[in-house]
């Protein structure tokens, strides 16, 4: 099923039919708020719905970036298998935090981020997107400072080793080399998943490049033009004229190159950092995996073993073989839990997947149409402005 | 139809860029700008004499060059590729050069040889030097000149040709050593030096005055060494100018003869006169009195100040259009690579397909792509024709230059004249005063009476040079005033065929690739349409 497109405008929507049920989201109106160090920029996040788990036809609320950064983090938690939509970069230089073109695109990333949480079959049911959705910008707060706040569980201790670390981990704490899955289709997927990352990385910076030299060039086609008509000047009468026609249309070609370095970056090399990113979301689901596998793995080997140590006790030490039964019925079940939470990740990981990738297909396909049609545009901008200066330049007889 | 008169093509790299000591970095900068511009091809490689000009009429002229059917780039950049074909549409400069003294001039065969008189005791460490060979073919003539040239003998050439055309604009020799020549390959500068020579002789040959003249003919003709003496040899003329000043400033030999004055007081010989002229424009511009002539042409004066302004203008125009150049090339370059990530990134999705959605992704891409690959060729074909186009303003830069001398022809000439009328004023301020102080003595002053005969003897000598070096002036003037009209022109019709071909390389450009991405705007337009239907 082809996922919800980004809301491209932040105008409302009407529902297709009357009582169809619909979700939509908005986030917009980026504002700067507080001083100094202190500052950041707060979002509006409009919903209009008329599901009946959410209260009212229509909601609004403040947000800020970490209150996404929130979201992200406890559906990334709890559903496990999940690509969990990416955010935009945390991080910014200092000094571009706060430009106009920074602000905004971070804005559309979030838009985004939550339409893809509102198309996704479980992850729009969610409790904790209900919250983000609905709650007060107190009761927000609270959250947010929760969840960052206070002493973690040991569960997230292994969440926190996310990625090379959790091997240097278990070498430390004496257990063997790590195993991992290792399935041959298993194997292609992860070098598929890896090198497309860097394919994808690849041609984003190549992307972007494109959008400086745009305005590089921009640049350059303003400076000339103001040269030339100087230079025309000098000259005076009809030559005059035709320097300063040639002068104007550089002039006016450097700002249609500026507005179409916009647009590529906005339409272009967003969309394709926005699947890199979506990319490394999956890594972090192939790292659940990975752990999934582990503590399966490891809790079956256990399990293996206590069960012919047990049955041995049976018959060697029977007042000792009813606590150790105990134990590994406990154990047994475990690892069975172990086992379906590790199945649970791989099945819906297999949807995922397929999902991913009719999703991506849109999302590229729209953002290699905007930049052919881009280009084109420009193209065509180029060519009528120098083709309408010909019939002056031919007309212009040397004496 | 001369072969290679063409906006002198700077795909072959511009060596005159370096001998422009009063242009700004803009001219050195030139040089490897184009250097890298140029180095898709091999000018060594370009035709050489034994392919006679057959391209004769360029395809298309300007008059029926449609706008639907630009000369493809594949033509173009072959052509831009050999010096020879006239690479530009036939425009006026052609039909400028097509009555011309020459029809055809090549400069082709570096190759090394010994100094003649080697002293070297060492075998095969004897000094080398490159020659050159020239060959010409004169209007009217079947038979093609070939002789051999170096460096040095176009150096003395040019000398010569200073001498004789002073008040002419006269197009500058390509310099002698560049700062670039110390980092470039050795093969790099002799084909860059080869390309600008061959340049400098084709100017020499459309300019009306040179073109026809016998120092050029004989440079261009006669065989074996060169022949034109060197007048300007340095050592020599320093010796002779430094034996005749203890003669001059003995008062033996006060006056310079009279066919020494149509030259300017150049080092060596002329000590005595540089040092008073010296005096003389020192004289006329810092103490304010005002010399005896005076340059008085009043539309000359205008003249002059608005050249001033047009170089100016004309040096910033070049470098802008220098940055114009890097930023079209810079363009063509990332819209290449961005091409070539996403041809990868299409293999890949192909290879490792697993979901049918893959594979349309990879065709998407694929189209992409081949349209950014596309896109990156077009624009880089587009830099070679602004190179060359806008090159137009380097020429004249190098013009300005001649111009600049032309006018310091003058300004010397004027001064020649300017000390010989004071030197007359003394010397007759002299022969008064001798004659009022003789007067005194009764019985007269023999000797003092004899001086003044001798120093009437100077006057008529003095009178003598001066007619001369004031004929010497009017003929620089005229030089400069007919020059100027010419220049005036030419340079009127070289800027609009500058812009004209800009222009029309930049619209036949956009239209190329307008029509690639409408291509793949229509053919992903799919996404587009689902994406509204979504929306709405």
Redo the contacts between chains.
Sequence with gaps: M?S??R???QSP?SP?AAGAPFLTISVTDPVKMGTGVQSYISYRVITKTNLPEFEGQEKIVIRRYSDFEWLHDRLAEKYKGIFIPPLPEKNAVEKFRFSKEFIEMRCQALDLFVNRIASHPELKQTEDFRIFLQADEEKMDRARSYETGIFKKPSDFLQMFKDVQSKVSDVVLGKEKPVEESTPEYE?LKN?IF??EN??A??Q???F??VK??R??G???A??G???K??G???GDS?EK??SE?GSKSEMLSVKLQREADNLLFHFEEPLKDYVRSVQSIKATMVDRANAFRQHFDLDQERKYKELNLEKLKFMNPEKFSETEVEFRELKADSEEATKRFEHIVAVMEEE??RF??Q???D???A??????G??KL??D??DA??S??PK??A?S?? | MMSSTAPPDLAAGDGDGDGYMTLSLAAATTASEYASVASTFDPLLSALPSSPPTHAAFPHS?ASSS?VDPPSYADVAASSSSPHSGSSSAS?RSARAAGLEYTFIAVSDPAPETEPAATSLVPGSAPTYISYLVTSVRRGEHRRHAVRRRFRDFVTLADRLAESFRGHFVPPRPDKNTVESQVMQRDEFVAQRRAALERYLCRLSEHPAIGPSDEFRVFLQAEGKMPLPSSTDVASRMLDGAARLPRQLLGEETVSAPQDVLQPAKGGRDLLRIFKELKQSVVSDWVGVKPPLVEEDKEFLEKKQ?LQ??EQ??T??S???E??V???Q??GE??G??GL??I??TK??TE?A??G??R??AA??K??AT?AVK?SRACRDLNTQTVKYLDTLHEHLGIMLSVHTAFNDRASALLTVQTLMSDLASLQSRIEKLEAAALKIFGGDRSRLRKVEELRETIRATEDAKCCALREYERIKENNRSELHRLD?E???D??EM??G???S??A???K??EC??T??EE?????R??DC???
């Design positions: 082809i919800t497109e809301s491209q405008s929507r297709t292609k598929y090198e497309l394919h994808l690849e041609a910076k190549q992307a490049r494109l030299r745009h590089e060039l640049q350059s086609l400076d000339f103001k040269a030339i100087l230079l000047a000098c000259e030559l035709v320097f040639v997947l397929a990738q009719e991506k297909t849109a590229i396909g729209l290699f149409h905007e930049f052919a049609k280009q084109a193209a065509k180029i060519a120098w083709r200066v010909l330049l031919e212009c040397t004496s | 300007p706008f006026p608005k302004d047009w203008q004309l910033s125009s470098q802008q259009a940055a114009l890097k930023a079209q810079d363009m990332t819209m690579t961005l990530a996403l990868k990134l890949f999705e490792e697993m979901y959605s893959q349309i992704r998407d891409s189209r992409i349209a896109a022109r340079r009127k019709v800027m609009l812009l004209k800009y222009v029309k930049q619209a450009y956009a239209e690739i307008v991405w409408e793949v705007e992903t337009s799919g996404y587009a689902r994406a979504i929306a709405r």
